[in-house]
């Protein structure tokens, strides 16, 4: 079992910035691919970004985050950021950490518990 612990959401102001963590742990687990997504009431659940053990990064195709979110991690602490600039209300959402773990051979994805993000205007 990989265990996924958020951090760092809260209330902002548009134009304000928040930076999110999320750190996993797993005995006998090896963290791959870890990311972020995002649920806004009454939608479904998107892509923000991911990144994977080497560092290649993918953001979500449209320009609802590009150039605003940032994501990183910190392999030797199996831990994952989100640093988010330039706030906007539209961004308000619950943000979910993602991670794949593999233990011998077989793949495991894993979710956190969520942390609230509100952008007031």
């Known amino acids: 079992q990989v265990h996924l612990v958020e951090s760092g959401g809260g209330l902002v102001q548009a134009g304000g910035s928040l930076r999110l963590s999320c750190a996993a742990s797993?005995?006998?687990?090896?963290?791959?691919?870890m990311g972020w997504y995002r649920q806004a009431p009454g939608k479904q659940r998107e892509l923000v970004a991911t990144i994977t053990s080497a560092g290649s990064i993918n953001y979500a195709d449209s320009d609802s985050v590009k150039g605003r979110f940032t994501i990183s991690r910190d392999n030797a602490k199996n831990t994952v950021y989100l640093q988010m600039n330039s706030l906007k209300p539209e961004d308000t959402a619950v943000y979910y950490c993602?991670?794949?773990?593999?233990?011998?051979?077989?793949?495991?994805?894993?979710w956190g518990q969520g942390t609230q993000v509100t952008v007031s205007s």
């Open positions: 993602n991670c794949n773990a593999a233990r011998w051979s077989t793949s495991f994805n894993y």
């Open positions: 797993g005995i006998g687990f090896r963290i791959d691919t």
